[in-house]
């Protein structure tokens, strides 16, 4: 069984151990240093309950398994006129892609950002990088543009392309986002 929920600080370690291997190996992330427990715990409380952390996890007992996945939302820059516009990022245990495990926690990320009341989801991501193309072009992302040769990793210049996603249309003035705290997940998938 397959289930999403909300990620809880005792989800840390877990969430670490699935980032490793692609700080570690490959270019996926632009980090040189896998975060420790708790750095990702720091991280993960960092958002102050307003930014969504979900995980999907398998098991018997769904919602108490085994965190294979994470995603997250994180401010997209930290000027206030980017308040209404998001980061977001999904990792998924090695050997657990393929699978849909990435499409349900990504909808789910999705559908609360839209709950919240954001504009807009942005991803950033390694070229090349066909898989996690494939994930978010299949959740409503679309490619905006690319930067050539912006980061350096394992002797070699990587180009990162930007791609959005539409969560709400941009009303005039707009509205606050919410809190995930006061929304929770919400997941029509």
């Given at each position: 069984?397959?289930?999403?929920?909300?990620?809880?600080?005792?989800?840390?370690?877990?969430?670490?151990?699935?980032?490793?291997?692609?700080?570690?190996?490959?270019?996926?992330?632009?980090?040189?240093?896998?975060?420790?427990?708790?750095?990702?715990?720091?991280?993960?409380?960092?958002?102050?309950?307003?930014?969504?952390?979900?995980?999907?996890?398998?098991?018997?007992?769904?919602?108490?398994?085994?965190?294979?996945?994470?995603?997250?939302?994180?401010?997209?820059?930290?000027?206030?006129?980017?308040?209404?516009?998001?980061?977001?990022?999904?990792?998924?245990?090695?050997?657990?892609?393929?699978?849909?495990?990435?499409?349900?926690?990504?909808?789910?990320?999705?559908?609360?950002?839209?709950?919240?009341?954001?504009?807009?989801?942005?991803s950033?991501?390694?070229?090349?990088?066909?898989?996690?193309?494939?994930?978010?072009?299949?959740?409503?992302?679309?490619?905006?543009?690319?930067?050539?040769?912006?980061?350096?990793?394992?002797?070699?210049?990587?180009?990162?392309?930007?791609?959005?996603?539409?969560?709400?249309?941009?009303?005039?003035?707009?509205?606050?986002p919410?809190?995930?705290?006061d929304?929770g997940?919400?997941?029509?998938?």
């Open positions: 069984m397959i289930a999403v929920r909300p990620a809880e600080p005792a989800d840390a370690s877990a969430i670490a151990g699935i980032y490793r291997p692609y700080v570690e190996s490959g270019t996926v992330s632009f980090e040189t240093k896998a975060p420790d427990t708790g750095q990702m715990r720091s991280r993960m409380l960092a958002s102050d309950g307003f930014l969504p952390w979900l995980v999907v996890v398998e098991g018997e007992a769904g919602a108490e398994g085994t965190v294979i996945g994470y995603a997250y939302a994180t401010p997209f820059r930290d000027r206030p006129a980017y308040r209404y516009t998001v980061e977001t990022s999904v990792y998924l245990a090695q050997g657990t892609q393929g699978k849909g495990n990435g499409r349900q926690l990504y909808h789910a990320l999705i559908d609360t950002l839209r709950t919240q009341g954001f504009a807009h989801a942005i950033v991501l390694t070229l090349p990088n066909d898989w996690a193309i494939r994930l978010h072009e299949s959740v409503g992302f679309k490619r905006t543009g690319v930067l050539r040769e912006a980061g350096y990793k394992d002797g070699r210049w990587i180009d990162v392309g930007f791609w959005q996603c539409e969560l709400n249309q941009a009303s005039l003035p707009p509205l606050e919410k809190p995930f705290r929304v997940m919400v997941s029509r998938w």
